[in-house]
Protein backbone atom coordinates (compact mmCIF):
# COMPACT_ATOMS: atom_id res chain seq x y z
CA UNK A 1 0.00 0.00 0.00
CA UNK A 2 1.58 3.15 -1.31
CA UNK A 3 0.17 6.39 1.00
CA UNK A 4 -0.70 9.41 -0.51
CA UNK A 5 1.62 12.33 1.46
CA UNK A 6 -0.38 16.15 1.13
CA UNK A 7 -0.64 18.98 3.34
CA UNK A 8 -2.81 18.44 6.40
CA UNK A 9 -6.17 20.40 6.03
CA UNK A 10 -8.61 21.60 8.57
CA UNK A 11 -11.02 18.24 7.26
CA UNK A 12 -8.71 15.97 8.48
CA UNK A 13 -9.14 17.10 12.15
CA UNK A 14 -11.68 14.38 12.89
CA UNK A 15 -9.69 11.71 11.11
CA UNK A 16 -6.47 12.88 13.11
CA UNK A 17 -8.05 13.20 16.68
CA UNK A 18 -9.48 9.93 16.33
CA UNK A 19 -6.61 8.07 16.26
CA UNK A 20 -4.00 10.62 18.25
CA UNK A 21 -6.16 9.76 20.99
CA UNK A 22 -5.64 6.09 20.58
CA UNK A 23 -1.79 6.67 20.51
CA UNK A 24 -1.02 6.99 24.40
CA UNK A 25 -3.86 5.38 25.67
CA UNK A 26 -2.28 2.93 27.72
CA UNK A 27 -1.02 5.86 29.55
CA UNK A 28 -3.42 7.05 31.80
CA UNK A 29 -0.59 9.97 32.82
CA UNK A 30 -0.13 11.11 29.31
CA UNK A 31 -2.41 13.02 27.43
CA UNK A 32 -1.75 13.86 23.81
CA UNK A 33 -1.38 17.32 22.70
CA UNK A 34 -2.17 16.94 18.96
CA UNK A 35 -6.06 16.91 19.54
CA UNK A 36 -5.51 20.04 20.88
CA UNK A 37 -3.30 21.91 18.45
CA UNK A 38 -4.21 20.27 15.13
CA UNK A 39 -6.37 23.47 13.82
CA UNK A 40 -4.14 26.10 15.08
CA UNK A 41 -0.57 23.80 13.07
CA UNK A 42 -3.09 23.97 9.90
CA UNK A 43 -3.88 27.51 10.10
CA UNK A 44 -0.43 28.49 11.09
CA UNK A 45 1.30 26.24 7.77
CA UNK A 46 3.37 28.96 6.06
CA UNK A 47 6.82 29.21 4.53
CA UNK A 48 8.50 28.05 7.75
CA UNK A 49 6.05 25.30 8.89
CA UNK A 50 4.76 22.52 7.20
CA UNK A 51 1.93 19.85 8.24
CA UNK A 52 1.37 16.41 6.40
CA UNK A 53 -0.88 13.40 6.82
CA UNK A 54 -0.71 9.84 5.12
CA UNK A 55 -3.95 9.64 3.04
CA UNK A 56 -4.77 5.89 2.80
CA UNK A 57 -8.02 5.33 1.06
CA UNK A 58 -9.65 8.90 1.39
CA UNK A 59 -8.70 8.41 4.98
CA UNK A 60 -6.26 10.53 7.07
CA UNK A 61 -3.97 7.80 9.07
CA UNK A 62 -0.55 9.75 9.82
CA UNK A 63 0.36 13.17 10.72
CA UNK A 64 3.78 15.05 11.13
CA UNK A 65 5.03 18.50 11.54
CA UNK A 66 8.33 19.79 9.84
CA UNK A 67 9.13 23.72 11.27
CA UNK A 68 12.42 26.08 10.47
CA UNK A 69 13.62 27.12 14.12
CA UNK A 70 16.96 28.81 12.02
CA UNK A 71 18.20 28.98 8.60
CA UNK A 72 19.62 25.42 8.93
CA UNK A 73 18.07 23.89 11.78
CA UNK A 74 14.54 21.59 11.22
CA UNK A 75 12.67 20.46 13.99
CA UNK A 76 9.90 17.53 13.15
CA UNK A 77 7.09 16.60 15.78
CA UNK A 78 4.04 15.17 15.80
CA UNK A 79 4.54 11.78 14.27
CA UNK A 80 1.67 9.89 14.86
CA UNK A 81 0.20 6.65 12.87
CA UNK A 82 -3.17 5.31 13.40
CA UNK A 83 -2.69 1.84 15.18
CA UNK A 84 -4.56 0.15 12.32
CA UNK A 85 -1.80 1.46 9.99
CA UNK A 86 1.73 0.49 11.78
CA UNK A 87 3.90 -0.94 9.60
CA UNK A 88 2.68 -0.02 6.27
CA UNK A 89 5.35 2.57 5.74
CA UNK A 90 3.20 5.61 6.14
CA UNK A 91 5.54 7.17 8.97
CA UNK A 92 8.83 6.73 6.74
CA UNK A 93 6.59 8.27 3.96
CA UNK A 94 5.96 11.79 6.40
CA UNK A 95 9.29 11.93 7.16
CA UNK A 96 11.29 11.17 3.53
CA UNK A 97 8.20 14.39 2.58
CA UNK A 98 9.15 16.70 5.16
CA UNK A 99 13.14 15.90 5.15
CA UNK A 100 12.94 16.98 1.72
CA UNK A 101 10.72 20.26 2.33
CA UNK A 102 13.32 21.19 5.05
CA UNK A 103 16.23 20.54 2.40
CA UNK A 104 14.70 22.60 0.30
CA UNK A 105 14.74 25.54 3.12
CA UNK A 106 18.09 25.18 3.64
CA UNK A 107 18.28 22.96 6.45
CA UNK A 108 21.83 21.30 7.28
CA UNK A 109 20.35 19.16 10.66
CA UNK A 110 16.33 18.45 11.79
CA UNK A 111 15.73 16.98 15.07
CA UNK A 112 12.95 15.49 16.82
CA UNK A 113 12.14 14.37 20.84
CA UNK A 114 10.82 11.73 22.33
CA UNK A 115 9.70 10.84 25.73
CA UNK A 116 12.06 8.48 26.95
CA UNK A 117 9.53 5.75 27.54
CA UNK A 118 8.04 6.18 23.78
CA UNK A 119 9.70 2.90 22.81
CA UNK A 120 7.34 2.78 19.75
CA UNK A 121 8.73 6.67 18.89
CA UNK A 122 11.73 5.95 19.72
CA UNK A 123 12.19 2.85 17.11
CA UNK A 124 10.23 5.08 14.28
CA UNK A 125 12.34 7.94 14.85
CA UNK A 126 15.78 5.15 14.34
CA UNK A 127 14.13 3.61 11.43
CA UNK A 128 13.49 7.08 9.40
CA UNK A 129 17.10 8.01 9.36
CA UNK A 130 17.55 9.72 13.19
CA UNK A 131 20.15 8.92 16.12
CA UNK A 132 20.23 9.57 19.41
CA UNK A 133 21.61 12.75 19.73
CA UNK A 134 21.48 14.27 23.84
CA UNK A 135 18.81 13.40 26.88
CA UNK A 136 17.70 16.08 29.10
CA UNK A 137 14.71 16.56 31.97
CA UNK A 138 12.51 19.45 33.56
CA UNK A 139 13.06 20.70 36.62
CA UNK A 140 10.57 22.67 38.33
CA UNK A 141 11.55 25.25 41.12
CA UNK A 142 8.59 26.83 43.19
CA UNK A 143 8.97 30.36 42.41
CA UNK A 144 9.30 32.80 45.22
CA UNK A 145 9.38 36.18 44.98
CA UNK A 146 11.43 36.25 48.70
CA UNK A 147 14.20 33.70 47.16
CA UNK A 148 18.14 34.78 47.62
CA UNK A 149 20.65 33.90 46.33
CA UNK A 150 24.31 32.61 47.91
CA UNK A 151 26.36 35.36 46.11
CA UNK A 152 26.42 37.51 43.01
CA UNK A 153 23.96 36.05 40.08
CA UNK A 154 24.02 38.82 37.49
CA UNK A 155 22.24 39.65 34.27
CA UNK A 156 25.53 39.22 31.96
CA UNK A 157 25.36 37.49 28.59
CA UNK A 158 29.10 37.56 28.50
CA UNK A 159 30.04 35.41 31.49
CA UNK A 160 26.99 33.41 30.77
CA UNK A 161 28.15 32.09 27.15
CA UNK A 162 31.83 32.07 28.44
CA UNK A 163 30.93 29.55 30.94
CA UNK A 164 28.22 27.91 28.88
CA UNK A 165 31.01 27.34 26.31
CA UNK A 166 33.16 25.55 28.48
CA UNK A 167 30.75 23.62 30.34
CA UNK A 168 30.05 20.01 30.52
CA UNK A 169 26.79 20.78 30.34
CA UNK A 170 26.76 22.52 27.04
CA UNK A 171 28.83 19.05 25.70
CA UNK A 172 26.22 16.80 26.86
CA UNK A 173 23.16 18.64 25.33
CA UNK A 174 25.24 19.05 21.98
CA UNK A 175 24.87 23.21 22.07
CA UNK A 176 21.07 22.87 22.56
CA UNK A 177 18.83 24.67 24.49
CA UNK A 178 14.97 25.63 24.34
CA UNK A 179 14.38 27.27 21.34
CA UNK A 180 12.69 30.69 22.39
CA UNK A 181 9.98 30.96 19.81
CA UNK A 182 8.61 27.37 19.22
CA UNK A 183 7.12 25.13 22.57
CA UNK A 184 8.71 21.82 22.62
CA UNK A 185 11.84 22.54 20.28
CA UNK A 186 15.20 22.48 21.17
CA UNK A 187 17.79 24.61 19.10
CA UNK A 188 21.35 25.81 18.98
CA UNK A 189 21.98 28.15 22.00
CA UNK A 190 24.38 31.24 20.36
CA UNK A 191 26.08 34.20 21.76
CA UNK A 192 23.59 36.44 19.75
CA UNK A 193 20.27 34.74 21.52
CA UNK A 194 21.93 35.44 25.14
CA UNK A 195 22.39 38.97 24.28
CA UNK A 196 19.07 38.96 22.94
CA UNK A 197 17.28 37.30 25.77
CA UNK A 198 19.55 39.30 28.32
CA UNK A 199 17.77 42.73 26.71
CA UNK A 200 13.82 41.10 26.58
CA UNK A 201 14.00 38.35 28.74
CA UNK A 202 16.83 37.79 31.58
CA UNK A 203 19.97 35.91 31.60
CA UNK A 204 21.68 34.61 34.79
CA UNK A 205 25.60 34.16 35.58
CA UNK A 206 26.30 32.85 39.32
CA UNK A 207 29.40 34.87 39.19
CA UNK A 208 30.62 34.09 43.19
CA UNK A 209 34.26 32.79 42.46
CA UNK A 210 34.47 32.89 38.67
CA UNK A 211 31.41 32.38 36.59
CA UNK A 212 30.43 28.87 38.14
CA UNK A 213 27.13 29.00 36.27
CA UNK A 214 24.32 29.93 34.19
CA UNK A 215 20.98 29.94 33.15
CA UNK A 216 18.67 32.05 30.94
CA UNK A 217 14.54 33.13 30.17
CA UNK A 218 12.93 32.40 27.49
CA UNK A 219 9.42 33.80 28.43
CA UNK A 220 6.09 32.62 29.37
CA UNK A 221 3.72 30.02 28.43
CA UNK A 222 0.37 28.46 29.58
CA UNK A 223 1.84 25.58 31.71
CA UNK A 224 1.23 22.10 29.80
CA UNK A 225 -1.43 20.99 32.61
CA UNK A 226 -3.59 24.21 31.36
CA UNK A 227 -3.64 25.34 35.01
CA UNK A 228 -1.84 28.84 34.95
CA UNK A 229 1.23 30.24 33.42
CA UNK A 230 4.97 29.34 33.40
CA UNK A 231 8.23 30.86 33.01
CA UNK A 232 10.06 29.21 30.92
CA UNK A 233 14.37 29.13 31.15
CA UNK A 234 15.87 27.55 28.05
CA UNK A 235 19.05 25.50 29.78
CA UNK A 236 20.34 25.64 33.20
CA UNK A 237 23.69 24.47 33.73
CA UNK A 238 26.54 24.98 37.04
CA UNK A 239 29.56 23.61 38.18
CA UNK A 240 28.72 22.15 41.69
CA UNK A 241 26.30 21.97 44.34
CA UNK A 242 26.67 25.96 45.78
CA UNK A 243 26.30 26.85 42.30
CA UNK A 244 23.11 25.14 41.62
CA UNK A 245 21.90 26.85 44.71
CA UNK A 246 22.57 30.03 44.12
CA UNK A 247 21.27 29.40 40.06
CA UNK A 248 17.80 27.95 41.26
CA UNK A 249 17.50 30.41 44.13
CA UNK A 250 17.92 33.44 40.92
CA UNK A 251 15.21 30.86 39.04
CA UNK A 252 12.91 31.38 42.00
CA UNK A 253 12.78 34.70 42.63
CA UNK A 254 12.90 35.91 38.70
CA UNK A 255 10.07 33.22 38.49
CA UNK A 256 8.25 34.82 41.71
CA UNK A 257 8.57 38.41 40.41
CA UNK A 258 7.08 37.36 37.54
CA UNK A 259 4.01 36.00 39.24
CA UNK A 260 3.74 32.75 37.75
CA UNK A 261 2.15 29.67 39.03
CA UNK A 262 5.27 27.14 38.00
CA UNK A 263 8.99 26.89 36.17
CA UNK A 264 10.12 24.75 33.95
CA UNK A 265 14.33 24.83 33.63
CA UNK A 266 16.12 22.23 30.62
CA UNK A 267 19.03 20.52 32.66
CA UNK A 268 21.41 18.08 31.08
CA UNK A 269 20.32 14.33 31.81
CA UNK A 270 23.15 13.50 33.58
CA UNK A 271 23.94 11.71 37.13
CA UNK A 272 25.49 14.86 38.47
CA UNK A 273 22.97 17.26 36.93
CA UNK A 274 19.65 15.57 38.00
CA UNK A 275 21.31 14.96 41.33
CA UNK A 276 22.31 18.54 42.42
CA UNK A 277 18.80 19.34 41.13
CA UNK A 278 17.02 17.02 43.39
CA UNK A 279 19.68 18.13 46.37
CA UNK A 280 18.52 21.90 45.87
CA UNK A 281 14.89 21.27 46.07
CA UNK A 282 14.17 21.36 42.72
CA UNK A 283 11.19 19.18 41.43
CA UNK A 284 12.12 16.93 38.96
CA UNK A 285 9.74 15.56 35.82
CA UNK A 286 9.46 11.86 36.35
CA UNK A 287 11.18 10.97 33.07
CA UNK A 288 13.80 12.86 30.99
CA UNK A 289 12.91 13.40 27.16
CA UNK A 290 15.36 11.84 24.16
CA UNK A 291 16.51 14.29 21.75
CA UNK A 292 17.36 12.86 17.90
CA UNK A 293 19.00 14.10 15.04
CA UNK A 294 19.66 13.75 11.20
CA UNK A 295 22.04 15.07 9.02
CA UNK A 296 20.21 16.76 6.21
CA UNK A 297 23.10 16.97 4.50
CA UNK A 298 23.06 13.25 3.47
Given at each position: MTPTVRQARLDDADDVVAFAEQVWNERHDTVDYVPDVFASWVESDGPDQHTVVAEVDGTAAGLCQAVMLTDHEAWFQGMRVAPDHRGEGLGLAMVEHCFDWARERGATVGRNMVFSWNDAGLGQSVAAGFEPDTAFRFAHPEPR???TPDGP???DPAAAWSYWTASDARTHLSGLALDPD???ALSELTRDRLDR???EAAVFAVTADGTTGMACRTGTRPAPSGDGTV???AVGAWDDRDAAMALFDAIRADAGDLGVEGTRVLVPETPRHVAEAAAVRAELADWPDFVLAV????
Open positions: ADAVTNRAWLADAEYDLTR
